[in-house]
């Protein structure tokens, strides 16, 4: 029996072991939070990236809308030009075929000589 370790020593060595393995895990976690704070480092200048795209994209959009009106109402515009263009050429027409029916008497009563 003089050869067994007695239990005061083991609980000892157990506690150091715990010590240790504690201060070793203390050190991983440390890491692990620096590289957290890496990545959300990272994560903000992604989101700063996104907010100033957004930005952009808003002032882009904002400049096609104001161009997609613009031609909206040319069109718009061009539609009502045509419309009395179309109404104009009928009456012109109208006229003209009248023009030939009035030829055609006036050249009727005109004697021949």
């Known amino acids: 029996m003089s050869d067994e370790t007695p239990v ?3 609980l000892e060595t157990i506690a150091a ?14 890491k692990v939070d620096e590289r957290f704070g890496k990545v959300d ?13 957004r930005s952009q994209l808003r002032t882009d959009i904002e400049a096609v ?3 997609i009106r613009l031609v909206a ?8 030009r045509d419309r009395r263009n179309d109404a104009d050429h009928k009456r ?3 006229q003209l075929e009248d023009h030939d029916v009035r030829l ?5 009563k005109t004697p021949r000589t």
């Open 65 to 67: 809308r104001g161009d």
């Open 41 to 53: 480092q990272q994560f903000a200048k992604i989101d700063t990236r996104f907010d100033e795209l």
């Open 8 to 10: 005061p020593e083991t």
């Open 104 to 108: 055609l008497t006036l050249e009727r």
């Open 17 to 30: 072991s715990i010590r240790d393995l504690r201060t070793s895990m203390d050190e991983r976690f440390t």
């Open 92 to 94: 012109f027409k109208t």
């Open 73 to 80: 109402e040319a069109t718009a515009t061009q539609h009502k």
